[in-house]
């Protein structure tokens, strides 16, 4: 925990808002603009003494990353290919007892017109809440936003998500 709290610190970061007490859940963090945020995630998991798991690219799961991406809680992913991830998340959900899943809604970087809808499908499928985390460049804030308790409708999970990701800059 004090490694996590230590990096935060000295990247001059901090948390707002509170982490809930639950076993399931996705953790929704955007805007996902900067590979920096992968230290900021990891910083606040170990900070916070959570295991979590996490979306990525299955290209960083090769070469020298691979056991580090697997110890930090990540499942790799092929983005070009239609491989039921939806199916596969809502059957590991059901099968463990604790899982909090980090998604990027973007699925990228890059600055997108639309987010993907896998992590809102996900979430309505398996019935476990949302929780909105934004990252704020420039105030240096990680906010965690009230949960999502209904996933009923993954427009509206949606929705919610990314107003709170677009409000973020504006704090």
Same mark, same amino acid.
Do not use: C
């Given at each position: 925990?004090?490694?996590?709290?230590?990096?935060?610190?000295?990247?001059g970061?901090?948390?707002?808002g509170?982490?809930?007490?639950? &076993?399931?859940m996705? @953790?929704a %963090?955007?805007?996902? !603009? #900067?590979?920096?945020d992968?230290?900021l995630?990891?910083?606040?998991?170990?900070?916070l003494?959570?295991?979590?798991?996490?979306?990525?690219?299955?290209?960083l799961?090769?070469?020298?990353?691979?056991?580090?991406?697997? &110890?930090?809680?990540? @499942?790799p %992913?092929?983005?070009? !290919? #239609?491989?039921?991830?939806?199916?596969?998340?809502?059957?590991?959900?059901?099968?463990?007892?604790h899982?909090v899943?980090?998604?990027t809604p973007e699925?990228?970087?890059r600055?997108?017109?639309?987010?993907?809808?896998?992590?809102?499908?996900?979430?309505?499928?398996?019935?476990?809440p949302?929780?909105?985390?934004?990252?704020?460049?420039?105030?240096?804030?990680?906010r965690?936003?009230?949960?999502?308790?209904?996933?009923?409708?993954?427009?509206?999970?949606?929705?919610?998500?990314?107003?709170?990701?677009?409000?973020?800059?504006?704090?």
């Amino acid at each position: 925990m004090m490694l996590g709290r230590s990096v935060f610190r000295i990247m001059g970061w901090r948390i707002e808002g509170e982490f809930p007490d639950r &076993a399931k859940m996705i @953790v929704a %963090v955007a805007p996902h !603009s #900067s590979n920096v945020d992968f230290v900021l995630a990891m910083a606040v998991v170990l900070g916070l003494g959570l295991r979590a798991s996490f979306l990525a690219k299955r290209s960083l799961f090769d070469g020298p990353l691979s056991r580090l991406m697997y &110890a930090f809680g990540g @499942v790799p %992913v092929d983005r070009d !290919s #239609s491989q039921g991830l939806v199916g596969q998340l809502v059957r590991e959900f059901a099968e463990r007892s604790h899982l909090v899943l980090g998604i990027t809604p973007e699925g990228t970087r890059r600055r997108v017109q639309e987010w993907k809808r896998g992590f809102a499908l996900i979430a309505q499928a398996a019935n476990v809440p949302v929780l909105p985390a934004t990252i704020n460049y420039r105030s240096k804030i990680v906010r965690f936003e009230p949960l999502i308790t209904d996933v009923s409708d993954v427009e509206q999970t949606m929705s919610v998500v990314k107003h709170a990701a677009d409000n973020a800059g504006r704090r």
